[in-house]
């Protein structure tokens, strides 16, 4: 499968080499990236793809997929960029996974352009342990479907969605996610530090716990809730933790949290949809 990336950054790397290590050649890939250092970069990475510093026909010529790997400031632009070498009829699929940044405006910028999908994978990426979630206009038909799910299947997991509104609350939850869960483990090994625990040692038990719990979770059909409860004896250290946490508002701030950051990616996309 010919795929071509407008932006060469780090979730565009995790991509590539995911789908190298499930059986791609390096040469069915195409990066298009204006930082010299960035190619250089992809080039000692993955010798074979081939690298542009600019958008061109032949950036994109007989290529199956385009994805948009730019940072939702840069979408317009890169999209204007590759309107006048997009081929059509039908022409390739074209993935955003920029957040926030709407089909809408993305079709717009692309002359009219339909085979469109929009997607938010996250940061786990990098290492094959990502999850997706996808939308998809009705003018991409199942082939074209299939041809994203085998870029985000190099990431990890991925969900198809029916409504593209959905997009905004995948990106504050999984997309912002994996921040939220580093906050939480900078929390315990802050606590463990200043009860004592060497450094070294606090990280390792706030790593393993955090882990340990995720794949229990994962291998029981159980709910979070219930799990919680089953280590929160009556009376013991466990209640004592959560019974603080409560009285401050964790849990709520958590869900207020995640509520922002999917109204501040709504936000952008009317900052960032807009033509000069």
Not at 184 to 190: I, Q, S, T, V, W
Not at 235 to 257: D, L, N, P, Q, Y
């Amino acid at each position: 499968m010919a795929t071509t990336f407008i932006g060469g950054g780090n979730m565009a790397a995790a991509l590539i080499g995911g789908m190298l290590a499930r059986g791609a050649v390096a040469g069915e890939f195409r990066v298009v990236e204006p930082s010299p250092d960035a190619r250089r970069r992809l080039g000692d990475q993955y010798a074979g793809v081939r690298l542009f510093d600019e958008c061109t026909a032949e950036a994109v010529a007989g290529t199956d997929l385009v994805v948009l790997a730019v940072k939702p400031q840069q979408m317009r632009a890169a999209a204007k960029g590759l309107a006048p070498h997009l081929p059509r009829n039908p022409g390739p699929v074209v993935l955003s996974i920029a957040a926030g940044i709407r089909l809408a405006d993305l079709r717009r910028w692309l002359d009219g352009y339909a085979r469109l999908v929009r997607a938010m994978p996250n940061t786990p990426a990098l290492i094959g342990k990502g999850i997706s979630g996808a939308y998809a206009v009705r003018s991409v038909d199942e082939d074209g479907r299939s041809l994203v799910s085998s870029v985000l299947a190099a990431a990890g997991e991925q969900i198809w969605l029916d409504d593209e509104a959905t997009l905004d609350v995948v990106t504050a939850v999984s997309g912002s996610g994996p921040a939220y869960v580093f906050y939480f483990l900078e929390a315990l090994d802050a606590a463990a530090t200043e009860l004592g625990i060497a450094p070294a040692d606090a990280r390792r038990l706030a790593l393993s716990t955090f882990a340990g719990a995720i794949a229990l979770a994962q291998a029981s059909p159980a709910e979070p809730a219930t799990l919680r409860a089953q280590v929160t004896s009556k009376g013991g250290t466990t209640e004592r933790a959560i019974a603080t946490m409560e009285a401050a508002g964790v849990k709520a701030s958590i869900v207020e949290g995640v509520k922002a950051a999917a109204r501040r990616a709504e936000e952008m996309g009317d900052a960032f949809g807009v033509d000069d």
